[in-house]
Nanobody, 112 residues
Framework: QVQLVESGGGLVQAGGSLRLSCAAS????????MNWFRQAPGKEREWVAS????????HYADSVKGRFTISRDNSKDTVYLQMSSLKPEDTAVYYC?????WGRGTQVTVSS
């Protein structure tokens, strides 16, 4: 059974940083495109970033470009999202996804 488990969320002040992790189990994900999404209260889930199976290329939503960095370690079946210069509007539950599999999310709250 495939499981994706996100971690690393929390409460941070505006301008701060967090690193999210998403660990996969039950199936190797090394051949798959990996994605991060987020969903803010009262809003639809939106795509944040993606990374190819090899680690390049990467793509970002305009709202996070230059502040967030996605990376992966295929030997650990883990994908990361380094978030810097966080803003209150980054507050959301962050989810990782590959193929049709979603994690349960990790809460990120940015205070002003």
């Amino acid at each position: 059974q495939v499981q994706l488990v996100e971690s690393g969320g929390g409460l941070v002040q505006a301008g701060g940083s967090l690193r999210l992790s998403c660990a996969a189990s039950g199936r190797t994900f090394s051949n798959y495109l990996m994605n991060w999404f987020r969903q803010a209260p009262g809003k639809e889930r939106e795509w944040v970033a993606s990374i190819s199976w090899s680690g390049s290329p990467t793509h970002y939503a305009d709202s996070v470009k230059g502040r967030f960095t996605i990376s992966r370690d295929n030997s650990k079946d883990t994908v990361y999202l380094q978030m810097s210069s966080l803003k209150p509007e980054d507050t959301a539950v962050y989810y990782c996804k590959f193929a049709n599999y979603w994690g349960r999310g990790t809460q990120v709250t940015v205070s002003s």
